[in-house]
Structure formats: C-alpha cells, structure tokens
C-alpha cells in the first residue's frame, strides 16, 4: 500500500508539471500567431514612419476607425443582375393582324359551339395547342389615351381604328368621327337627349344622390356612356357587352376610361358573387327577359342587392306610345311586357314606377313573404343545394337564389351596408355574419391599414402611380379584401378587383359590400377584355397561388397583352418565384427590377417592378 502511495503521488507531480508546461507553450505560440495577423493586416505599423503627421491626440489609425458593416449583402436588386442573355426574345411579337386578339371571344372558334340561347358567343378559350405564345402588338400609331375625365369623351382613333358604329349608330349619337380622333357626346338608342339627362330622369324616379345606390352593372352596354356619366355621382359601375356585330364596343369604353368587360347572357351565370349590385341596368340590351322561363331576370335577382333596383328602358316599356318606331306589332310587344311583369311578380319584385320609357323595380329586402307565396308562383322554387356565389363557369339555373335567413319583415337579409363613403371602410355584412371563413372585424380592418402602407410605398416605387392622372385602368389580379383599392379611393382611377377562381378564400362578395368592383377570374385562360385595357396590373401572390396549375409564361404573356405600352406591373410574392418570374419578364423586353420588401431585406416577400415598352406593329400592317 505504501509502494502504491508513493507512485500516485510521484504521477501527481509529474501530470502538474506537464500541464504547467503545456500552458507556457500555448502562450506563447498564442501571442506569436497574434502578432503575426497583425503584421500581415498592416505590416507598416512596425516600420518607421516616412512622414510625420499632425493628427490630435485622440486620432486612431484608420483601421480602428472603421465601424462595422451592417448593411445586407443579399438585397433584391443583386439578385438576378439584368443580363442581355435574358432579355434575348424568347417570346417574339405577333403577327400585327392579331392587335386585337380576345383568345377567350374568338370569332372563328365560337363557331363550333352551340347557337342555341347564343351559347357560342360566351367565353370559349383556346386548348393548350391553341394558345399563342408571343406578345400582342399595339396598332401602328398607338398613343397614350386621354386622361380622365377627358378620356371620357375623346379617344384616339389610332388606339381603335374602326369606324363601323359611327356609321351604324350615327342617328344615336353614340360616337362620331373628327380628323385623328373619336368623340363621344353621351347619347344612346333609348337616351337622345344625352345619358346625363337620363340619369337626371332615373334620379327624379329613385335616390342616387345619398350613397346608398353605389355599384350598378350595365347589361348590353353598347360604348358604356352610362356608366361612364354615372361615374362623376360616386356609383361605380361594371359594364358588359358581347363581342359581336358592335365592332369595338367594350374597346372604345375600355379607351374612354369605363369599367368594361365583354360578357354576354346566355347558359352561364354573370361573374359576379350573390348580393353584388345597388341597382342593374337595361336600355335596349335586347336581352329576352321574358323567355327560358325567366332565366335571366332570375340571374339578375342573384346579383342585386336585397332592396336594389332593376331599370328597364326601351323595348317593351310604353309599347303603346312607340310601337310604330319599333317596327313591331302590337301583340307581340304586350306579349313581352306581361312575360317580364309575370316573371319580377314570381321573384318578389315590386315595380315602382313606370314613366315615359322608363320602368323600376325594386327587389326584396328579405324572402320572408317570398317564401309564403310559392303557393301562388309555382315558379321559380327555391334552389336547394348550389352556392349563389359560385359563379364562374356555372350553368344558371332557374330557381330562386334563397336570401340569408331573417326573423323579422323588416330586417335585411345579410345586413345592411353602410351608405357610401362610409361604406368603404365599414365592416362588410358578410365579415359581420361570420360568412368569410378566418376573416373577422378586426382583420379587415388591420388588412385596410396594412394596405394603405403598401400603397404608399409603391407610390414610391412607381412614380407614374404616384403622378395623379397618369394612370386610369387598373387590376388587382389577386385581390383579397380589396384593400390595394380602397387605398386608392382618392385618385382619379377604378380598380378592377379579381378573385381568382383558386383562391382559398371566396372574397369577392366582401369587395362588392365596400362599393367596389370585381370579378371572378381563373388566370390559367385569357381575361373576357381587349387587348391594351389596364395602365397598371398589381399581382399579389398571384404566382404562388398558380404554381404547379399553369406556366408562369402564360400568365406573363395575358398580363402583357393587357397592359397598356408603358404601362406598369407590380408583382408581389416569395423571392424564390419571383426570380422565375424576372427571367420571364426580361425576355418580353419590360425593363424591371427587383427591390426589398417595405419590412426590409430580410423579408423573403419581394417585390417585381416592371414597365411595358412602346412599340407598335410596324406601319402598313393590318
């Protein structure tokens, strides 16, 4: 045990004195290597000085003096440097015969559907064979359209060089023709005395003037001097015709500055959600109301607002005082006006007045007496099982849209909405009820605040957003709330607000409850619009959304035959879609650029900011 004693404690010895050496050593190979860095950072601090210098005393030398660099290294703009390898055109223009190209209104594809209720004149886009794969020239000429309220009634005739409805409307006054220009004195078939004195008239009849009539669509709105005289009283109106014999119609509106699509009613629903419009419009639409057992007056009862109004003006209304004019018999006139009476009596419409050629009906603020009297009015039941907001590519149907439960006479279906302005920042009805899964109160409203933020910083961004007046049509592909809009409630523009059918959420009623306007969209096809419609398409999410449904080429390319030449784009999504989108953007010739997030670079959300160049077919093309 001694022996064994005397060895642990020999080792005990022998292990301290190894570590105290170790230690020593460590030192000084420390303070060497130290030494050494400095001298290689700055090899003069150990040489004599070649000058002297007359620094202060609390002078550092310039190393020390340097303060640490925080800026980011990996900011947007260095992420996909701009080279001319990308912009090489990968997607060449097309032919110049194509300027006016509306792939989903074709008139030589609509042939192969069916005529019958003008089935073959709805939307009807091409197959993926089909779909053309280069960017759509402006005519030769093109300018820069009028600004508002100007546009209104002046628009370049090389913007839409067809000359067809001054001809065929010259006793309608619908447009004439002077020198380089297009000019619009507001009149219309059944509105000789111009559409601001028919408004006049509408206004005697029904109260437009305290906010509580503010989104109106126009069915059969031949170059839309309603809606665009409508306007200036702050009631936003949507606008629809066919593409057909009209040659341009939806164009020239589109041009003036008027929210326009090209739509027609025939087998499906409008694009609109249940619940949408103040009032819905009618002056010679040529629509057959009275007929397919009251399909489409049962379609117009699903976009209006409970309590809103449908204005019927022309052909039949006071057959009596114009039949003659009509060249149509008499019989066949009563015929009609009975088959549309009957047709609002089974809907639970009631009609307010009928004056001159004019005749309101107001619908229903609820369905409680609606309900009771389908003992009387076998026709139409009620729909049972269909979602009254779905309404893109859906069959109308004819059967009652059934309003939202109520428990007293008096109470409005759904709730009412505030009168405009207040109606634009109000808690939408829907939002009150419950309805828009995940969306409550509080919400919307941070979402309105967020967006007025953002709209800031884009303006910005974008000087031609900021400079009031530059820019006039504009989309929100993916618009959500409809904050983006609302945001811009002061300027000088409207805001066609889309819903993409593949949205998560249906938001669309939410965006027509605030005053605004919209529609629905899937953004694998073609927009029902011409070409050149919108100065500034704002994308939020879009590409994320539609990632693995569609090629981002597609969708660039509709965006690109859209928009206005200098036109502009702000694209808002992940950077890493973003950087595919960039290349794509790059090879349609738009100069672009990305930039930061308004929360910083470290945000991956990134932002594309792009503007469409001039150019044109070249002259002597058709």
Known sequence: MATWGILTHYLSLKTKKTSLYLMAVTTVLCSLFYLIGIWQHDATAFLPSAACTTAA????????????????????ELLVPLSEAARAAHLPPCEAGLSECTPCHDTQRSLRFNREMLAYRERHCPEAGEVLRCRIPAPHGYTTPFRWPESRDEVWYANVPHKHLTVEKAGQNWVRFHGDRFKFPGGGTMFPRGADAYIDDIGKLINLADGSIRTAIDTGCGVASWGAYLLSRNILPVSFAPKDTH???????LERGVPTLIGIMATERLPYPSRAFDIAHCSRCLIPWGQYDGLYLIEVDRILRPGGYWILSGPPINWE??????????D??????????RVAKSLCWKKLVQRNGLSIWQKATNHLHCKKNRKIFKKPLFCQSNNPDQAWGTKMEACLTPL?????????????????????????????SGSIEGVRGEEFEKDTELWKSRVAHYKVLDFQLAEKGRYRNLLDMNAGLGGFTAALVDDPVWVMNVVPNEAETNTLGVIFERGLIGTYQNWCEAMSTYPRTYDFIHAYGLFTLYKGRCEIEDILLEMDRILRPQGSVIIRDDVDVLVGVKSVVDGMQWESRMTDHEGGPHVREKLLIATKQYWTAPAGQE
């Open 247 to 253: 040659e341009a119609q939806v164009q020239f509106a």
């Open 321 to 330: 005082n114009h039949w003659k004019g009509w060249n149509r018999t008499r």
């Open 332 to 341: 066949d006139l009563d015929t009609e006006q009975k088959g549309i009476e």
């Open 57 to 76: 005393p609390s002078s550092v030398p310039s190393t020390a003096a340097s303060e640490l660099d925080f800026t980011p290294h990996h900011t947007a």
């Open 404 to 432: 939202p439960e109520v428990s007293d006479i008096k109470e409005v279906s759904g709730g009412p909405v505030a009168r405009w302005p207040e109606r634009l920042t109000a808690i939408p009805p829907r939002i009150r």
